[in-house]
């Protein structure tokens, strides 16, 4: 994937020089849209990054910004701002004003339709700091095939931060919720990349047994500093543990809904994998989907990075991160022999419901040559991480199966 | 793509002499008549208005099947041309080649296969210490 990203900027690069203000022969249309410092990807160079974020991360698409996160720079217990990866589908609103921002709630099942801004929130409503794992529903799609189509996301579409803000279900029983209530779902503040105002970029949602969870956050802080523009400032719902498109960014605007949310990409096969396991490759009729809910077990190999050559005599130190959706992780394994064996890892209690969980180990390899590490977790209903690609769905999500780095020992 | 070279090479060492050195196009046309799902009856290749060259100048010699069961780019049905040119006594196809090769690389392409797992590709190795 990285491969073809360079060949890709390589070849815009080329292209660049004979055509300023072309990308790949195209006009760059929504030049004016860009961000400040931001150039197309046709114009990056090396040393231009994303302002706030890691010069190291993967950018997969610019327009929208997808860009994720090499396992290696995970290794954080607490993900820092610079590497939280960016899953955009449309256009970051171009300001936010902190002071005038509010949050409507209101849709069918609210006894009234009340609005807040960020400062009532903070002082209505008692704060709360969680540990959320966010992980997009694509994270792990480049290892389907037949491919799916969508941003080749491939291990690194996920994080663990800290987020503070208020629970929803407190600002929900402010407001009064009917009996009828059975989903949530949210309004942002994004854009079109159309440029049409008038159409909804995405507003998904959760049914309301998870939206009323203590975990359930409206949130305006990452790690105690204000939420990165690309990940949702000012205000964001973040709903750990679900597909991440859940967790609404820009957040303006929660409605309650007396049926499942249809907002977009509620509905066709967003989000959504078929009901009935299928054939690689099958046509899936849109009535046979399902929405995607929690997300699978799963861990990284955080350190070392992919591609270390070591010597013989030492024990290598290996560690990463777990998590299990709604669920937590109960065991971690890793095995050096292609799951032959598998040797039992440290794992750590979470600090927090829906936070990813720390685990290591120690390695001593047998003799000199290549190795690979395959790393396999289990959640606490004893699933385990597949070490194939899981069932293939047509949109290409939910790609659990065992990370694994290339290790040489001399 | 080694071990291929090599079964190439048994399979071809195998074959004593070729039928006919250099078929008429008119002699392999009238052997193409039947047709089983999609492909002619005798070779079992793709039918094409390309295949006769290709009956004409590879099957005369070798097993049809040498060609069915592999998959290469233009590029390396080239390289198997030169290589059979060099060491097996395979003629200059002429203008015939551009119409082999169009037909090889049309039909016997390289596929991608569904691996449940690709292998790893490190683009950095370094040293940990």
Redesign the interface.
């Known amino acids: 994937m ?2 073809n990203l360079e060949n890709r900027r390589s070849f815009l690069a080329k292209t660049a020089l004979s055509a300023v203000g072309m990308v790949a022969g195209l006009p760059v249309v929504f030049g004016r849209n860009l961000p400040e410092n931001i150039s197309p990807i046709g114009f990056l160079k090396d040393e231009e990054v994303l302002p706030g974020k890691h010069p190291d991360l993967t950018i997969l698409n610019n327009r929208p910004w997808n860009v994720e996160t090499p396992a290696h720079l995970l290794n954080d217990d607490v993900t820092p701002a610079d590497k939280f990866f960016i899953r955009n589908n449309g256009i970051p609103p171009a300001t936010t004003d902190v002071n005038s921002w509010t949050l409507e709630i209101s849709g069918e099942s609210v006894k009234q339709v009340k609005s807040f801004t960020i400062k009532e929130l903070k002082s209505k409503f008692k704060t709360h700091s969680y540990n959320l794992t966010l992980e997009c529903g694509g994270n792990g799609r480049a ?1 389907f ?2 491919s799916a189509s969508g941003n080749q996301w491939t291990e690194g579409a996920v994080a663990c931060s800290k987020w503070t803000g208020v629970r929803l279900k407190d600002i929900l029983q402010d407001v009064g919720i009917n009996a009828d209530a059975v989903y949530i779902g949210y309004y942002g503040k994004d854009t079109h990349l159309s440029g049409d105002a008038d159409k909804v970029v995405i507003s998904r949602g959760v049914p309301i047994s998870k939206a009323l969870e203590d975990e359930t956050l409206i949130a305006w802080a990452m790690n105690d500093e204000d939420i990165p523009a690309m990940n949702g400032h000012p205000l964001r719902l973040v709903i750990g543990g679900w597909p991440a498109s859940v967790s609404g960014k820009w957040l303006s605007k929660i409605v309650v809904r007396n049926i499942v949310h249809d907002g977009s990409k509620m509905e066709g096969d967003s989000y959504r994998v078929p009901k009935n396991p299928v054939q ?1 490759g099958e046509k899936v009729p849109l009535e046979d989907f399902k929405i995607i809910e929690s997300m699978p077990v799963k861990s990284l190999i955080t350190y ?7 010597s013989m005599d030492k024990k ?1 130190n290996i560690n990463g991160q777990a998590w299990a959706g709604d669920l937590e992780v109960s065991g971690m394994q890793i095995s050096i022999d292609f799951g032959a064996t598998w040797q039992a890892c440290e794992l750590r209690k979470p600090v927090n419901r829906l936070a990813w969980q720390h685990w290591s180990t120690e390695v001593q390899f047998p003799q000199s040559g290549y190795y ?1 590490i395959w790393a396999k977790a289990t959640d606490s209903e004893g699933k385990s991480q597949p ?3 899981p069932g293939w769905n047509p949109k290409g999500y939910l790609n659990n ?1 065992c990370h ?3 290790v ?1 020992v001399g | 793509m080694k071990n291929i070279t090599v079964l190439i090479t048994a399979l071809i060492f195998g074959i004593t002499s070729c039928k006919t050195a250099q078929q008429s196009v008119e002699e392999m046309e009238e052997n193409t008549a039947a047709v089983v799902d999609g492909k002619d009856a005798i070779t079992g290749l793709f039918l094409d208005e390309n295949l006769k060259f290709v009956q004409a100048h590879c099957t005369g010699c070798h097993s049809s099947k040498l060609i069915s069961m592999n998959r290469f780019t233009r590029e390396g049905w080239k390289e198997k041309i030169v290589w059979m040119q060099q060491t097996q006594k395979l003629w200059d196809l002429g203008e015939a080649e551009p119409l082999v090769l169009d037909y090889l690389a049309k039909y016997y392409a390289p596929e ?1 296969r ?5 292998p ?9 210490n």
């Open positions: 990285k491969k290892g095939y037949p690689p070392p990075k992919t591609g270390a050559i070591l290598l690979e070490m194939v690609i199966s694994r780095i290339a040489k | 991608e569904s691996l449940r797992r690709q790893l590709e490190v683009k950095e190795w370094y040293e940990l």
